[in-house]
């Protein structure tokens, strides 16, 4: 990593301690120092249960340090820095991801239920934008170094508008923000949304909604 990127890095790293200090914070207040959750413990609560004897690794993850593997269908990964992989974020209410994208990769329309994002540019070019209860586009162009926001649980979308890889840091109003993506949510749940539904909902026949659903099916390993 060069001077420019690590500057740039911790420029991103600042605002997401920001984003974290500032009263739009969606997840609950803490109440203590720290509840580094314990992912093992039956004990169901919100968010998890406090494991005791915490340590430097509980709060320490490397899982962005390196681009994630694109090669897929959209053409772009995410990599969550969230409280499944650092159970020391369980009740600090943030959270962050890395996204890779291939030349032209799509991060598809999805919302995070629980999560206003911030999206910092760490290389490439990007076409972003949301879409308000009014159905109103709000988007982008942004660059390397720039930062666009998405509230709480708006539809959004992030694609590669360069012919280069690209990426980007998010960060997370939640220790987990959740995920529902447009495409996957309606066309490939388990079980399956019946067609019935589908092809009322979108105005198309039968054919076209199994066509999509195929398409969309997790790959059989
Ligand atoms: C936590 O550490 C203390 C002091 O080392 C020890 O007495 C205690 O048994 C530990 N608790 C757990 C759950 O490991
Ligand atoms: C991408 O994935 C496909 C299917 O898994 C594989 O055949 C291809 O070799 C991969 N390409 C690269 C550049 O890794």
């Known amino acids: 990593m060069n001077?420019?990127?690590?500057?740039?890095?911790?420029?991103?790293?600042?605002?997401?301690?920001?984003?974290?200090?500032s009263s739009f914070a969606a997840d609950p207040d803490l109440l203590q120092d720290l509840c580094v959750a314990d992912l093992s413990s039956s004990v169901k609560v919100n968010g998890f249960a406090?494991?005791?004897?915490?340590?430097?690794?509980?709060f320490f993850f490397q899982g962005l340090a390196?681009?994630?593997?694109?090669?897929?269908?959209?053409?772009?990964?995410?990599?969550?820095?969230?409280?499944?992989?650092?159970?020391?974020?369980?009740?600090?209410?943030?959270?962050?991801?890395r996204i890779d994208f291939a030349p032209g990769g799509l991060n598809p329309p999805h919302t995070h239920p629980r999560a206003t994002e911030m999206v910092f540019v760490l290389y490439g070019s990007f076409d972003v934008g949301f879409i308000t209860t009014a159905n109103k586009l709000v988007s982008?162009?942004?660059?390397?170094g720039e930062i666009f926001v998405f509230p709480r649980a708006l539809v959004h979308f992030q694609k590669n508008n360069g012919d280069a890889p690209a990426a980007l840091l998010s960060g997370f109003s939640s220790q987990l923000p959740g995920t529902q993506s447009i495409p996957t949510t309606l066309f490939a749940s388990s079980p399956t949304v019946p067609d019935h539904v589908l092809t009322r909902a979108f105005q198309i026949g039968t054919k076209e909604v199994e066509k999509i659903k195929s398409r969309l099916a997790p790959k059989k390993k």
Request: proline content about 3%; hydrophobic content about 40%.
């Open 3 to 21: 001077t420019k990127s690590s500057i740039l890095t911790l420029f991103s790293l600042l605002l997401l301690l920001l984003l974290a200090a």
């Open 50 to 58: 406090c494991k005791a004897n915490a340590t430097g690794d509980d």
């Open 66 to 97: 390196s681009p994630g593997d694109t090669n897929n269908t959209m053409g772009s990964l995410v990599t969550a820095a969230n409280v499944e992989k650092i159970p020391g974020l369980n009740t600090l209410g943030i959270s962050m991801s």
């Open 140 to 144: 982008k162009t942004i660059n390397k």
